[in-house]
């Protein structure tokens, strides 16, 4: 099924400079709470050295001087409601997998559309331009997905061609996977997506349990997964 993924990359943040268009251009961290502690979800784009897991001490450690405002998950849901009911004014079926990471199934769009930069247009017209959506088109989720990733933000890309080529040279962190299992591929000195889908099963399994060889079919193309597990197509 041809796919085309719409990813908001910083999405709590963007959400968070809807109500407080202050925080836009400004570096800003949207901190949450978990064990007694203070997390970073997300920050503004551009920040060297953060990531979302990390402490808020932490983050101060690399960036003093920053904007720190309080996480809220119902509004970011809300907000992404929103959003999937904007797409689904341009396409009958629509998959929310996470927020900020939302598919369009195109399967017949070609009578409403005349090629998919019409699609993209659309897109662009109905959510938000303060998103800077990144879209990728491609036959199944994890190849739009990459798609979208390799993307600058605003910006799309339509996978023709060999999907092996694409995927061959990226780096084995787009795998949704866990952070253990990418430690772990590291450890061994598997970087690129086309080592990892050249190793064999058997050691795969045995290394990386259930895990493995869902890696093993992602690295070498596979369609059939999300960073999440797998949401119905809205109707």
């Known amino acids: 099924m041809r796919l085309l993924c719409v990813l908001v990359p910083h999405f709590p943040y963007r959400c968070e400079t809807i109500r407080h268009p202050a925080l836009k251009g400004r570096d800003a961290a949207v901190i949450r709470e978990a064990d007694s502690q203070q997390i970073v979800l997300d920050f503004s784009p551009g920040i060297e050295g953060l990531r979302p897991g990390m402490t808020l001490q932490e983050a101060l450690s690399l960036r003093n001087e920053i904007e720190i405002t309080h996480a809220d998950m119902p509004y970011y849901a809300f907000v992404f409601d929103e959003l ?70 605003g910006g799309y890309r339509i996978l023709t061609g060999s999907l092996a080529d694409f995927l061959k040279d990226l ?38 349990g259930p895990e493995g060889m869902r890696l093993l079919e992602l690295a070498g193309g596979g369609m059939m997964t999300t960073r999440s597990t797998p949401a119905p197509m809205r109707k």
């Open 84 to 153: 999937l009911n904007a797409l689904e004014e341009i396409s009958p079926l629509v998959e929310g997998a996470e927020p900020g990471l939302a598919y369009i199934g195109l399967d017949g769009m070609q009578y409403i559309y005349e090629n998919d930069e019409a699609v993209i247009a659309a897109v662009k017209e109905a959510i938000p331009a303060s998103f800077e959506p990144q879209m990728g088109i491609a036959e199944g989720k994890f190849p739009a997905y990459l798609a979208a990733m390799s993307c600058q933000l």
């Open 171 to 208: 780096s084995c962190d787009v795998l949704p996977i866990s952070e253990k299992s990418k430690t772990k591929l590291h450890d061994f000195g598997i970087t690129k997506l086309s080592q990892a889908a050249a190793l064999p099963p058997g050691p795969i399994q045995a290394q990386f």
